[in-house]
Nanobody
């Protein structure tokens, strides 16, 4: 069983930056593909970014490409989401998730592929 705890959310002005962290415990995160998802009030949980188990491949939702960067530090059992140039549409509850994919180079986009989820961290961007 993997436990995931997100941190780093908060209130930021438009144009600002935040760095989210997802700390794993119970199992080493190097065995899992990792993803970040977000859910705004009244909306479905949407894909934001993913990183393969090896760390060599990443995937991003179109609206965050060039602004967000996902990375992982397997030695610290932590995954990060660096968010720059934030805007009001980025306001949401952000979740990290872990999945077992057969390929070490696969970065999955579908929430249904992920088995373990954190409780989320709130990001609010004021305009």
């Amino acid at each position: 069983q993997v436990q995931l705890v997100e941190s780093g959310g908060g209130l930021v002005q438009a144009g600002g930056s935040l760095r989210l962290s997802c700390a794993g415990s119970g199992r080493t995160l190097s065995n899992y593909g990792m993803g970040w998802f977000r859910q705004a009030p009244g909306k479905e949980r949407d894909f934001v970014a993913a990183i393969s188990r090896s760390g060599g491949n990443t995937a991003y939702e179109d609206s965050v490409k060039g602004r967000f960067t996902i990375s992982r530090d397997n030695a610290k059992n932590t995954v990060f989401l660096q968010m720059d140039s934030l805007n009001s549409e980025d306001t949401a509850l952000y979740y990290c998730a872990a999945a077992v994919f057969k390929s070490t180079s696969f970065a999955g986009r579908s929430p249904s592929s992920y088995t373990y989820w954190g409780q989320g961290t709130q990001v609010t961007v004021s305009s």
